[in-house]
């Protein structure tokens, strides 16, 4: 870290990064290293977590969680030291860049915790973008993409954002062509799933049916085929998530509320990546609202979204 001379001018840059929803996901048999290997098709949604980074002298890193929040956070358990998400990236930064400063980072959070729509990831990617601007370290998307990897797979999509294959673990990702605008509605939980727990449900699942899973290489055209045309119909009939069934088996009403979705008119369901969020494709934005809102009465906490949007992106840059 720098030092800083003379009279400190705190600054405060906020980025706004979306979360996800898994269209497809297809995860290949655990590997040596633990890790899956996966085919997914992101897409970035239009609820967006908010990083604002402002920098202080000497050189702590501090996170908070701002009032701001959409999410009833009571009980949900976020930690605010090195552990998080924020505060490693905001770390990998001060570590590559010449003039780092000490930084807090208030995070507003709006998608949900543990809820397989890559919140933390969102985070993360906020922060890196945030920090690049803070502290004039001049990283090109792709040195920030590398750095993103290093945090957790699904960090470079959130920087990446539109709609995109990823292989590998997730962090290789191709952009893919998306023009039209697809209309969802999440359904939120009020508990979380683990995504290792998540994962190795599945792995258990999978050892007791005792077949070889294939590794995961490409995903299927036709999804790629049905975004690009923003064919929903056609699309709702590709929705593919080979966590589902583990998510299922450690939260069984999930299986429900897919049912109560399609009941209530969308197109399809699906859980979003761990679950226990549940996707459900709409036919276009007015269906989504009137699904949204059908599902508010029943009880359910529902939102209706669309994607694809942008990834993260600054929204202001503030001399204090
Ligand atoms: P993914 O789909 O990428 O696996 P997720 O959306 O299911 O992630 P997150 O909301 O990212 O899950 O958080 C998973 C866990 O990570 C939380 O339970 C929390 O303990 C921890 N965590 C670390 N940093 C953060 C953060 N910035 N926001 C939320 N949780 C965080």
Redo the contacts with the bound molecule.
Sequence with gaps: MSAVKGRFAARTVKVKAP?KVNVSLNVGPLRTDGYHSVASVYLAVSLYEEVSATSRPGGDIT?SISPDSTLDLDG????LDS?????RAAAIMADVSEHSTGVHLE?T?R???????????A??AATLLACDALWNSGLSREELAHLAAEL???VPFSLLGGAAVGLGVGDQLSPALAKAQMDWVLVCADY????PEVFKTLDRLRDAEGLDVPEPIEVDPKILQALRGGDSEGLSRLLVNDLQRASIDLAPQLKDTIGLGEAAGALAGIVS??GPTVALLARDGDAAEVLADKLRHQGHQALAVHGPVPGARIISDTLL
């Design positions: 979360g996170v949900v358990d976020i930690p552990s998080n998400l924020a505060y995070i959070k998608v949900p915790v543990a809820g397989g729509m890559g919140g933390g990831s985070d993360a957790g797979a699904d979380g799933l683990s995504t990546g761990s």
